[in-house]
């Protein structure tokens, strides 16, 4: 699988990721990492964080939209 923002630039590059959001394949120029923070529910229903954090990877395109709809 190529990397799809480097194929659109006619540009054959391999991908070393897939994208979370999209499912794009992704090299490691075009690729961002965040942290993804899942909880459990113990007794009294409280949601505790579990360490450490999950990680995510996402194109530049889902990573600009999720940081967009954050702000929003």
């Known amino acids: 699988m190529n990397c799809y923002d480097c194929a659109i630039n006619h540009v054959m590059t391999p991908a070393v990721a897939v994208c979370h959001d999209c499912g794009a394949g992704i090299c490691a120029d075009h690729a961002t990492t965040a942290a ?5 529910i113990v007794p009294l229903g409280r949601n505790v964080p579990i360490k450490p954090a999950a990680r995510i990877i996402r194109c530049h ?7 967009a709809a954050k702000i929003a």
Request: proline share 0%; charged share 15%; hydrophobic share 25%.
């Open 36 to 40: 993804h923070r899942l909880t459990k």
């Open 61 to 67: 395109t889902c990573s600009a939209a999720t940081s």
